[in-house]
């Protein structure tokens, strides 16, 4: 055989190999994309989901009969608004409701 053939046959083995590679490896990719594909659909509808709970959790008339339910609140009463710069009241109410100069708190007398 001539030279010529020679390296005419070993390239197309050489070139028949790499392409043989090549798909396999276009194969294998496309299979991750497709589970990749349906593992995004499957976190879409999850999402969906979590939303639809997310709005029937806090709808309101269920918001409001859990804190009448579980909480111990009521309207608010008129003693326990102060008007921030009022010139008639120099001092805020703390949480026992006890009227505090606020000279007092800053530590000025």
């Given amino acids: ?41 499957k976190e879409e509808e999850n999402i969906h989901i979590l939303k639809a709970e997310w709005s029937h959790l806090n709808e309101p008339q269920r918001l409001q ?8 609140i009521g309207p608010m009463k008129t003693q326990q608004v102060v008007a921030l710069f009022d010139p008639s009241s120099h001092g805020t109410i703390d949480n026992g409701g006890t009227h505090t100069h606020l000279a007092s708190q800053k530590g000025v007398e």
């Fill in 1 to 41: 055989m001539q030279r010529s053939t020679s390296f005419l046959i070993l390239l197309a083995l050489g070139i028949g190999f790499v392409l043989f590679k090549v798909k396999y490896e276009v194969v294998e990719i496309e299979e991750k994309f497709l589970k990749t594909l349906a593992q995004v659909t």
């Fill in 65 to 72: 009969s859990l804190a009448n339910k579980y909480l111990d």
